[in-house]
Every structure is written in C-alpha cells, then in structure tokens.
C-alpha cells in the first residue's frame, strides 16, 4: 500500500512539472502573467509532493519492508538505522529520487524571492528548472527505465492470487506469499559505503550538482530576453558560490571516504567518477572568477554564458556516467538502461542552449577592450583557460576508453600518471596566477606596479624555499626522483601564501593607522565592507594549505608491503613498527573481524597502539580499515591485506607513511569559512557594481495581458 502511494505521489510530480513547463510557455507567448503564476505555484507544489514520497521511501528503508526490490537491494537487518536511511542515495532509484528533491527544493526557494524587478526572467526560469525535474522524475515513473524506488517483487491481483515479478530475492521460493516477507534479509550495502562519509559525502555533492541548475536557469532566461547586462549575475552570484562550496565539499569528503575506506593510502585515484565530479567544479571555479570581469568592466559576456552552459551540461553528463554504467568504477552504480536518456538529454539542452548563444551572440558584445596583458581581467582570463585545460585533460581520459573500445572493441583505461604529468604545470600555473592575479588593477598594469606590490613576498619566498632546500639536505631521505618538483610546488604556494597574508597585512594596517584602532578590529572591519575580496583571499589561503598536503602525500609518501610474525619489529620512514598481537571474532551483525595490534615507536620511544582490521561481511564481501597515527607532520597508515583466516601467526600488512597530508584536511576547514565570508549577504544586496553605481536600472514592468 505504503509503496503503490509513492509511486502514485512520484507520477503527480511528474505531471506537476510537465505542466509547469507547458503553463509557463503559454503563459509567457500569450502575454498572460496568471498562467505564469500558475506555473511558477505548481513548481513549487513539486517540493511538498516529492517530500512525501521521499518520507514514504525513508519509512520503507527504516522498517527493511523488503517486498520493495530498492529496500531489499540496499539494506539488511543488521544495518543500524543510520544507515538504513542513508541508503536512500546509496542505490540507483533512490538517489534519482534524491537528486530530484534537492532540484525541488532549490527551485522553490528560487521562486520564492521579489520577481517585481525581473518579471521576464520568471517563466524561463521555471521552464528550465522543472524540465530538469521532469527528467529526473520521469526516470523514476517510465517503466521502461526500470528505475522506481517503490517497484515490488510481487503484487497481489484482483482474484486474491499472486503474481511474482520476474526479479526475485535470492532466498525466495517462486510466488512468494505477503507474510513469507518477514523471513528474509535484505542484500545491504557494499561494506565501502557502511560508513559515516555516506551520511554526507553524497549530498554534498548532490547539492554543488543542483544549486548549479540556478545560474544556468537565469543565463538562459537572460538570453531568450535579450536582457545582455549583467543582471543575472548579480541575481545568481550566491546561488553559484553556494553550489560551488558545496560541490568543493563534496569532493573533498568524497576524498576523506577514500582515505579512510578504500584502503590504498591516497585521497584520490584519478577516478572516472570522481573526475565526473571534479569537471563541472572546474568550469564554475572558472566561472566564479570570470564574471567578475564582465560586472566590473562589461566584458567576456560570451565567456560566461559558455562556462555556465558547460558546467550545466557537465553535471547532466556526471550524473550519466555514474548512473549509465559505462564507466566501471567503485563509486559508479550497476549497469542501467538510462544510459541513452542522459545522452539524449544532455544533447538536447546542450544544442538549444548553444543555438539561443548564437542567437544573441550579437548582442552580448563587450563594453569595453583589453588594453594590457598585465591587468587583472587579462590575469583572470589566463586563469580561465587554464582551468579550461585541465578541463581538456580530464574530459579526454574519461572518455578515451568509451572511444577506443568504439573504434578497437576493447576499453583502454587511462591511469594517474598521465593526468598528473598534463595537469601538474597547469595547477602550478594556477597557484602562482592566485597569488599574483590579485594584485594587478583593473584596466590597466605594467611590470613596474605589479614589482612594487610583489617584492617583499617574493624575497620571503625565497629565502623560506633556501630554508626548505637546505632542511632536505640534511634528511636526505626526503630527496627523491620527485624532488625538483616539489621545490617548484612549494615556492609557487609559498608566494601565494605571503603574498595573500601580505595584502591582510598591508590594507588592516593602513586602515588601523587611518583610523586610530586595533589591527584585528580594522582586519574584521575590513572584510565586513568586502566580504567578496577577504573571502576570496581567505580561500586562496585554504588553498594553499590544501596544496602543500598535496605537494606531501604526491611528492614523498613512501611504502611498503612486508609479512610480519608476532613480537616481530621493523624500521620504516623513522618509526619502528611492532606485530604485537592478532584477534579473529564475529561481531554482533555477522561480520568476521580481523584484527592486528600494532605498537609504534619512535626514537625508542612508544607513541601509539595502532589496529588495522580486514573484515568480511556474510556475503563474502571484505572492507579494509587501516590503523592510522595521524599528526601534522605525517601520517602513518597501516592496512592488513588480504588475510586469510588461520594464518594469524603471518599477517600481511602494507604500511604507507603520507607527509603533511592533514594539511589537506586543515585547508578544506578555512575553505568552507572563506566561501561563506564571501557568499554572506551584504547590507544592500541590490548593490550594484562602481561602473554602472549612479545609473537608474529600469524596474520591468509587465505588458501581458491577464
């Protein structure tokens, strides 16, 4: 009953939003505002509608109700409730339903917001909102999807007897009865998603995927209107920084899961899924600077409608590889039938939006001309096209086994060395243009302006990387193949680092002395009146942190895979690792645990009890948890591989020692506050910029006839 009500909720959405659309193309032809309304009232009607349904789904995974093939696919009785309810998104069905939710959510409270001053833009962006969401619906309501969270293994028909679907549990007999349900168990998770990240991870980056619909939204409102100012930028700056934290945070969770889970000492494999996820962040992090030049200078209007279609068409196309199965990956879903409907989706709105740009690709034409290649806009737009070459890289891999299995019949993977070695200059080109972009002017620098601002860092720079030089020299262990790299690593972050500090340091101080007050209570003042600039430094620093965990886990992270018998000791990286002891114990869910005791020392002195486990689920599934010291200046991770049970007295283990890592970590944490410092409403948000302050911007006023 509970299961045929959400699916009967899921298909009034779906009408809902068909509606929606059909309403606001009427409404907005036929000049009548009511229809307008009336569509912009029925998108929002979809946000209540799918929470029933999600609520339905919640209470079906929290009761292991497994006459619903999602629920018996994605949990079990011996999951806690945690985990039963995040299992939402752990599973095909559920996270489509998921993403169009969230999608429900954002759509609304954009409608939401005084549409006095852009009445236009109003029935384009309900129009691409809720085409969106009937897409995402409609994978879950079209049968021919298979794709519905709240299908049944069985269903009784009109004559009391029961008719068994063609998909059945694995511990079912054929024509099950009703009651037989409370016999079986559920598959349950993969043990690498049973883990706290899921409860986050996944949203994150389903949030970053959504918020970016908002700004695509109103470009292509802004181009069907012809409105060629920059209006719709300053409608959506916030949306797009939001989706853009968002989207930083789930990559970077999505980061930490691994670290944690997956076993093998990293952060990051270079993925197909993950990169999937990290393509659309490219184009917004593009994006974000870019439309800073057309709102101060009335530029590269053409540019930023490109970044915002591209980053839109990227999120259809990640969401399409993690869920079409054509890319094998530990975070991408079976092999499904929705493959050529994303295609085609994402054909569709990729062309219409490229042949509206070409319509009015006239009328977006620059206000002004780029006169030195050392001004800000001109350093901004490099910092583009960087980004937009990493963009190259990764798209490339991706899609290259799709290509050669279509001209060779085999997939030809592409592994991590050939993204690091394209990508590693055009990431280190990015850090220097970070630290250096900043500090040119508007319109017009030259080399004299831009070494007066820049010496006294660079002098420290120098000196600090001398000092790095010659500390590497004295522990000669950290000088390997990679060295060479590392020093330009470090110097490009070391500058951006001191230049960064340099320009708090130097605007909190001349204020202090103007003002006669505290220099920390003239810095705060100082980012209250420009969150924008202080929030954009302070994330520039948190990128710097994250750089040099980078630079540490990348550059000299050392390993080793040895056997080991108890009381048996070895010397690694400066630490001495002990085999204390082996336990080998059921758990409470089923679970086999294996469990080594490791004792760490160093310079003779013991630091730490470390306890690396191999567990093995009842269905034979295994889940490696390391043992990990974890310090700012290292990391020292332990995984016990592939144990075997009844060889305890020889445990194989793999041990990774990761310098510096944690900054990663430490980063990602100033990075959020950096993000909602400069995303933090002003006091005036209807602010306009210093080329058009002054000028009266007209107040739409509609001429539809109700």
């Not at 899961?257 to 996820?277: K, N, Q, R, S």
């Not at 760490?600 to 690396?612: K, N, S």
């Not at 009266?696 to 006839?705: F, G, L, N, R």
Request: charged share 15%.
């Amino acid at each position: 009953m509970l299961a045929d009500f959400g699916y009967g909720i899921l298909v009034v959405a779906f009408l809902t939003s068909v509606y929606s659309v059909g309403a606001a193309f009427y409404g907005h032809f036929e000049k009548k505002q009511k229809w307008v309304e009336s569509a912009r009232l029925a998108m929002q009607l979809t946000f209540p509608l799918l929470s029933l349904a999600a609520l339905d789904l919640l209470y079906l995974l929290a009761t292991n109700d497994f006459n619903v093939s999602f629920v018996y696919e994605v949990t079990s009785r011996d999951m806690p409730l945690y985990l039963r309810l995040t299992a939402w998104w752990g599973g095909q069905a559920g996270s489509l339903l998921f993403w169009s939710w969230l999608m429900s959510a954002f759509a609304t409270a954009v409608t939401l917001r005084n549409w006095d001053r852009d009445r236009e833009f109003l029935p384009w962006v309900v129009i691409v909102s809720s085409v969106t969401m009937a897409f995402f619906i409609g994978l879950n309501v079209m049968p021919f999807f298979e794709e519905n969270p709240f299908a049944r293994f069985w269903a009784s028909t009109l004559d009391g007897s029961v008719n068994a679907y063609t998909f059945q549990p694995a511990n079912s007999v054929a024509f099950p009865t009703p009651d037989m349900v409370a016999t079986f168990d559920g598959n349950g998770l993969n043990p690498l998603l049973r883990h706290p990240g899921m409860i986050i991870h996944p949203p994150m980056l389903y949030l970053g995927f959504v918020s970016f619909v908002i700004p695509f939204a109103f470009a292509i409102a802004a181009l069907v209107t012809g409105r060629t100012d920059d209006r719709w930028i300053r409608i959506t700056r916030r949306w797009t920084l939001i989706a853009w934290l968002f989207l930083s945070l789930g990559l970077v969770l999505g980061g930490r899961w691994a670290y944690d889970v997956l076993g093998w000492g990293g952060y990051w494999g270079w993925d197909p899924v993950e990169i999937a996820a990290f393509m659309p962040w490219l184009t917004g992090t593009a994006f974000l600077h870019s439309v800073m030049i057309q709102e101060k200078r009335g530029m590269l209007k053409h540019w930023n409608m490109i970044l915002i279609i591209l980053t839109y068409a990227l999120i259809i196309f990640g969401t399409f590889l993690t869920r079409s199965g054509v890319l094998s990956s530990v975070h991408a879903f079976a092999q499904s039938n929705i493959g050529p409907a994303f295609f085609g989706f994402i054909g569709i709105t990729f062309v219409t939006s490229i042949s509206l740009l070409i319509w009015r690709w006239a009328d977006l034409s620059s206000e002004a001309q780029m006169d030195s290649m050392l001004s800000r806009e001109a350093l901004f737009l490099l910092n583009n096209l960087l980004f937009i070459g990493i963009l190259v890289v990764c798209f490339w891999g991706v899609i290259f086994p799709l290509i050669s299995e279509l001209f060779t019949g085999q997939k030809v993977t592409v592994g991590p060395p050939f993204y690091e070695r394209a990508t590693g200059p055009l990431f280190a080109g990015l850090v220097i243009l970070m630290g250096i972009a900043p500090l040119s002017a508007w319109g017009h620098s030259t080399i004299k302006t831009l070494g007066r601002a820049l010496w006294k860092p660079l002098i420290v720079t120098i000196l600090v990387t001398i000092a790095f030089v010659a500390f590497a020299f004295t522990n000669r262990e950290v000088i390997n193949d990679y060295f060479p790299y590392a020093i330009i690593g470090f110097f490009a972050v070391a500058m951006t680092a001191f230049i960064t500090l340099y320009e708090f340091w130097r605007a909190a101080r001349a204020r202090s002395r103007a003002q006669k007050e505290n220099f920390f209570i003239s810095l705060w003042r100082l980012a209250g009146r420009n969150r924008r600039r202080y929030g954009g430094y302070t994330i520039h620093l948190a990128v710097v942190l994250m750089a040099i965990g980078i630079i540490g886990i990348e550059m000299f992270q050392t390993e080793t895979q040895v056997s080991m018998s108890r009381g048996q000791k070895i010397e690694f990286s400066g630490y001495t690792i002990e085999f204390k002891d082996f336990y080998s114990f059921k758990y409470e869910d089923n679970r086999w645990v294996n469990r080594a005791e490791m004792n760490i020392y160093r310079d003779g002195q013991f630091l730490t009890m470390l306890a690396p486990r191999y567990d093995v689920y009842p269905d034979g599934q295994p889940m490696t948890i390391a043992g990990v010291r974890s310090t700012m200046i290292d990391d020292l991770y332990i995984i016990l591989v592939n144990w075997e049970q009844g060889s305890a007295d020889l445990a194989p283990f793999k041990i990774y020692h990761n310098p510096l890592v944690n900054w990663l970590w430490l980063g990602s944490y100033l990075f959020i506050v950096g993000t909602l410092i400069a995303a933090w409403p002003d006091k005036d948000p209807e602010s306009l910029p210093a080329r058009v302050r002054g000028k009266q911007t007209p107040v739409y006023q509609s001429t539809s006839a109700d």
